[in-house]
């Protein structure tokens, strides 16, 4: 029976257990369970336990100020700095859970504890267009965490794949990371572009918005970090979204930020991305670093160069 001992959190919908053995406060959830693009409600949960031959969870729902409290101490030296990790496409709660779990003896522990962050996104390629829908709605839910979430004074983010989506719609000034980590990002490649940030397109200032999510120094106001795009021009998941441009745009985790085509090839300048986030957005290559039968890698965002990126980059 697989339990995680940490702290996640959830936009996926729970259901209260009453007069549960274990206390009060219990509830269960699973992949299964179908998201809104309305939703509202964004939990943390602890003590979380796969219920025998099922894939349903039970779990102790808790407040932000208990997170942090746990968060805290879990670390070392009483100062928790949790990294969350938004999920992408096709990844169910079990499958989320599993991965952190397993990856998080490669952190630094007095630097980052690892948070799962789970949202419904379908189970299979056929709910692909479905879960671009519910992105929507696991943003927002995410988006009413933003006052608790100054529990955590230092705290990083990591969204992978379709998580950058989330992201986009969670993007609001009341959260504040150090940085951001945006890896095969499923965005447009010009999600920072100065011309389509000031297009007055649905969404479109939502580069901004990340921007303005990076914290800020109190003596001097400066950025603490930077948003930072992981960028694989040969992801094999996101390479075949800008064959057809009359359709799809580009995506940025395939071609990376600052960027634009001509004649069929791609130049970086910065000047074309928007005045007010071309000094907190970089791009971090990683096609180099990826081994030679590897080249075409989508879900990399946990190898040993990632991990020592995000803790090389920490504040």
């Known amino acids: 029976m697989f339990t995680y001992d940490g702290i996640a959190l959830t936009s996926i919908d729970v259901i209260d257990v009453i007069d549960s053995p274990r206390g009060n406060n219990i509830v269960k959830f699973d992949g299964s369970i179908e998201g809104k693009a309305n939703d509202k409600t964004a939990t943390f949960l602890k003590n979380i336990t796969q219920i025998e031959n099922t894939e349903m969870f039970e779990a102790e729902k808790i407040s932000v100020e208990d997170a942090a409290e746990f968060i805290n101490n879990a670390a070392g030296d009483g100062q928790g700095k949790p990294l969350f990790c938004v999920h992408g496409f096709n990844v169910q709660p079990a499958g989320h859970l599993k991965t952190l779990k397993e990856v998080s003896p490669l952190f630094n522990q007095g630097k980052f504890t690892l948070v799962p962050v789970m949202w419904p996104c379908g189970d299979s390629v056929d709910t692909y267009w479905e879960a671009r829908d519910l992105s929507s709605g696991a943003g927002e839910a995410f988006k009413t965490l933003k006052e608790g979430i100054h529990s955590f004074p230092s705290s990083s983010l990591l969204t992978h794949s379709m998580g ?152």
């Open 164 to 315: 950058n989506r989330v992201l986009r719609y969670a993007a609001a000034m009341g959260f504040k990371f150090d940085n951001i980590y945006m890896v095969a990002a499923d965005v447009r490649f010009d999600l920072f572009h100065k011309e389509y940030i000031n297009s007055g397109d649905p969404g479109c200032e939502d580069g901004k918005e990340i921007c303005s999510m990076i914290a800020r120094t109190e003596d001097t106001n400066e950025l603490k970090g930077k948003v930072y795009v992981l960028v694989n021009g040969a992801d094999h998941a996101l390479v075949p979204s800008g064959f057809d441009p009359t359709k799809w745009k580009s995506r940025l985790g395939a071609v990376g930020a600052h960027y634009y085509k001509w004649w069929g090839m791609w130049y970086e300048d910065k000047t074309k991305s928007h005045p007010d986030v071309r000094d907190c957005v970089e791009n971090k290559m990683c096609n180099p670093l990826l081994g030679f039968f590897d080249k075409a890698a989508h879900s990399y965002q946990f190898r040993d160069f990632a991990v020592a990126f995000y803790q090389e980059k920490h504040v």
